[in-house]
């Protein structure tokens, strides 16, 4: 799955701030942090911290960002990463790049207090909600709050949408014959062995958005996934389901030839499969269009709170939303992007195609009931 989004105050007070920070250098902390005004652990935008200037003077001090779960492949998320450090001379230290969801509110939640705790968290959407309900998160409002839809976002600013797509079928048209484009399609006996997901979606949010997909597929809805864990329950039991992790390297030696997940990852797969002579052919299906966001949010107890908001700041600029949209990732800010004519068109004309964009997602109490019910019985559906 870059924007940098500025807001300077007008209020008279951040003006003196600005003023004053213009005789420090880029590397020292504001004047009025040095006096105590600003406490970055708390502000809730930049404006609150004394505007942009402010904010990167205090993030460049600190030095260093902790993420987590964000691998450089994912959604051009290593150039976003080296954007942002080239840009503001802050090191990103991501730890485990392939940790699931769950596995970052672990991290979260077993070091509060610590210099190692994550900063920041890039979570599929109701994981957001949970640790937001679990009081890990503190509020913030990037420059372009405004512009995100509600449906995207908590309204107080604990978290908000970033990027997303749709669950899509990704296929070795080199070792499968016909390559699937429906969920209906993956039952039929010439994929025996070969439908794989990218996890456990107990754990993944990508791979529990497939078992959506497959629900919706399958005479389900957002209020009742189970037939998506039938289905798969069905693939397991007919010799279809393959429970090998799909990753890059097993799709290039042929033990994941068919994977289940989101449509920007397939499509990345199939430039990095290209280049080895394995064309890697994306659908999205019709029967169970499914799509879904994952989410920003900054740790309340971040050792790097500058860091951590100019970290938001920059990923919903203009700049790194383009970022996102040229790893096939379609960016929160997309339908802004398109109005005001700042979206990158050739990485826009290069989606996978979609018949209509989908405006309607699950509501906070139909993900939440779907992730209990998948989460419940996943193991069972495959055991």
Not at 95 to 101: L, T, V, Y
């Amino acid at each position: 799955m870059n924007p940098t989004l500025r807001r300077i105050t007008a209020l008279g007070a951040a003006a003196l701030l600005l003023g004053g920070l213009a005789a420090c250098s880029s590397g020292n902390a504001a004047p009025a942090e040095s006096k105590g005004a600003i406490d970055w652990k708390t502000a809730a935008s930049a404006e609150a911290g004394g505007g942009m200037e402010a904010l990167i003077a205090a993030a460049k001090k600190e030095g260093k960002l902790n993420a987590i779960a964000l691998p450089n492949d994912w959604a051009n998320y290593g150039e976003v990463i080296s954007t942002f450090e080239k840009k503001y001379g802050i090191k990103v230290e991501v730890e485990n790049p392939d940790a699931s969801s769950a596995d970052e509110l672990n991290a979260v939640s077993s070091r509060k207090g610590q210099d190692r705790s994550p900063d920041v968290i890039d979570v599929g959407h109701d994981f957001d909600v949970q640790a937001a309900k679990q009081g890990l998160l503190t509020p913030y409002k990037v420059a372009s709050f405004g512009k995100i839809q509600d449906s995207q976002k908590d309204a107080a600013g604990l978290w908000y949408n970033d990027m997303g797509g749709y669950v899509s079928i990704g296929c070795d048209a080199s070792r499968v014959a016909t390559c699937p484009t429906r969920f209906s399609e993956l039952t039929d006996p010439q994929y025996k062995g070969k439908v794989a997901l990218t996890g456990n979606p107990a754990k993944s949010s990508s791979a529990y958005s497939a078992v959506f997909g497959a629900a919706l597929a399958n005479g389900g809805s957002f209020d009742n996934v189970q037939p998506g864990l039938d289905f798969f329950a069905k693939l397991k039991q007919i010799g279809n389901f393959n429970p090998v992790e799909a990753t890059p390297a097993t799709m290039e030696k042929g033990e994941t030839p068919i994977a289940v997940v989101w449509d920007y990852r397939n499509a990345a797969y199939a430039d990095e499969l290209k280049a080895k002579g394995i064309e890697w052919k994306v659908a999205i299906p019709e029967d169970g269009v499914f799509s879904l966001y994952y989410s920003q949010a900054i740790v309340k107890w971040a050792p790097h709170p500058a860091a951590a908001r100019l970290w938001q700041e920059f990923l919903y600029s203009t700049e790194c939303q383009n970022l996102w949209l040229k790893g096939y990732a379609r960016p929160v800010l997309l339908p802004a992007m398109i109005a005001d004519g700042t979206v990158d068109k050739t990485a826009l004309a290069r989606l996978p195609k979609i018949a209509q964009d989908k405006t309607d997602y699950p509501t906070e109490e139909q993900g939440k009931k779907a992730k209990s019910t998948v989460s419940d019985g996943w193991t069972k559906a495959v055991s």
